[in-house]
């Protein structure tokens, strides 16, 4: 996991609602790219987590495309 997104994000795993809202979407469209394996995840328990390294290519991913 990336140090830097860890720092950039606060902490080392986002849940559903805060990677929502960093992104700026609903909560069912994160499930969607959760879904879809757009954005990685895991389940410890009753909560799905995003690493936010994870986050980090999510975001640099889309910014690539846009640019090309």
């Known amino acids: 996991m990336s140090n830097d997104a860890a720092a950039m994000?606060?902490?080392?795993?986002?849940?559903?609602?805060?990677?929502?809202?960093?992104?700026?979407?609903?909560?069912?469209?994160?499930?969607?790219?959760?879904?879809?394996g757009d954005l990685?995840?895991?389940?410890p328990g009753r909560h799905r987590l995003i690493p936010a390294a994870g986050l980090h290519s999510f975001v640099s991913q889309?910014?690539?495309?846009?640019a090309a």
Do not use: C, I, N
């Open 62 to 66: 889309r910014l690539d495309e846009e």
């Open 9 to 36: 994000f606060g902490k080392p795993y986002l849940t559903v609602q805060e990677t929502a809202e960093l992104l700026h979407m609903s909560r069912w469209k994160v499930f969607d790219l959760l879904r879809t």
């Open 40 to 43: 990685p995840s895991f389940k």
